[in-house]
């Protein structure tokens, strides 16, 4: 089992460094960077691998809408230049608020326009001229819609591999299945692992059965909250306001991914519950009403043994990364429950 973390720049990036260079060395084996509407993952990325060594590197996630495929491919092969192969894509779609709301794009066609661009990264960084004319993306723009002076051009740069790994953030069953058929691997949030194959199983098996085998086995990186301890019960509160903010505040009714999630995992009332609390405005009451047996299954909180069995209950699931959230209140904290992990995971 490999130990990622989802690392925080919030305190700058010098603070950010020194703490993933400790990580790194209490045996942590992958850092996500968030892009969502803060600095950008590249800075912090680069940065990152200029000041490590063997921690792999992700981005958590850039968005499939702000950039266009090609600058995606450039961007994943500098910075898997720059880190010595290190890094991974981490890519997804986000959601209207951001891509609409921030970036001004249309949020459309989320299914299609993976899969496209996942296509042209892969000819990229092949080295191929790009020639792709897909429904979404067309590659050198067609005459009829642009000057008709472009032409296939193919990366300047021999990149570091030919094939970066891409992990896809999706959670719905066709953004599942297509996850399962094209990419190396598979980030799904708040993942259960008792229900996961009743929720999941179906659409990862129809992506499987169309899957290139030189791609090989789908990785799965859940991304539980991690608190090891005899009286660590308390945390399970931590993590019941940002679950509320997804289930309750990120889209509106019908329109809520999370919301969606928890209903399919039978919290159908909970989950209804939360969102009309979180929209009124009420986000203490929308937390208070997230129920404990939802979080600690989510989640790696209590006793090291405990904490032990709920690993296994991962990796049986089909989870290869525990993509955590160390509940810590500093940067020893964090490192300290990296190395309890690491141990409890070999």
Not at 74 to 99: C, E, K, N, W, Y
Not at 124 to 130: P, Q
Request: hydrophobic share 45%; with cysteine.
């Amino acid at each position: 089992m490999q130990i990622g973390m989802q690392i925080t720049y919030s305190g700058g990036f010098a603070e950010t460094v020194a703490e993933v260079g400790d990580l790194e060395r209490a045996g942590l084996d992958i850092a996500f960077i968030a892009e969502a509407y803060s600095f950008d993952a590249v800075s912090q990325l680069g940065y990152l691998a200029a000041k490590t060594s063997t921690v792999k590197l992700a981005s958590g996630i850039f968005q499939i809408y702000t950039r266009t495929p090609s600058l995606m491919a450039m961007t994943a092969a500098g910075l898997d230049f720059v880190s010595d192969g290190r890094f991974v894509l981490g890519i997804g779609a986000s959601g209207p608020q951001v891509i609409e709301g921030f970036h001004g794009v249309a949020y459309d066609a989320p299914l299609g326009r993976t899969r496209e661009l996942v296509d042209i990264c892969r000819q990229v960084w092949r080295r191929e001229k790009v020639n792709y004319q897909g429904k979404h993306y067309q590659i050198p723009l067609p005459a009829d819609r642009g000057t008709g002076l472009g032409k296939p051009l193919k990366l300047i740069n021999h990149p570091v591999r030919e094939r970066i790994p891409i992990v896809i953030a999706s959670l719905g069953p066709k953004n599942v299945a297509l996850t399962a058929e094209i990419a190396e691997g598979w980030e799904p949030i708040f993942f259960h692992p008792e229900r996961a194959q009743s929720v999941w199983g179906e659409s990862l098996a129809k992506g499987k059965a169309k899957r290139d085998p030189s791609l090989g086995e789908l990785e799965v990186f859940a991304s539980p909250a991690l608190a090891i301890g005899e009286d660590v019960d308390h945390m399970l509160e931590w993590v019941k306001p940002n679950l509320a903010l997804y289930i309750g505040g990120m889209g509106a009714v019908g329109k809520n991914f999370y919301n969606d999630l928890a209903c399919r995992y039978g919290y159908e009332a909970e989950a209804a519950t939360i969102q009309e609390l979180y929209l009124s405005g009420k986000k203490q009451e929308a937390a208070a009403a997230v129920p404990d047996e939802l979080v600690r299954a989510i989640s790696l909180i209590g006793p090291a043994g405990y904490v032990k069995e709920r690993v296994a209950a991962f990796a049986e699931a089909g989870v290869t990364t525990l993509n955590v959230a160390p509940l810590a209140a500093d940067s020893a904290g964090r490192v300290s429950l990296i190395e309890q992990l690491r141990k409890i995971a070999d």
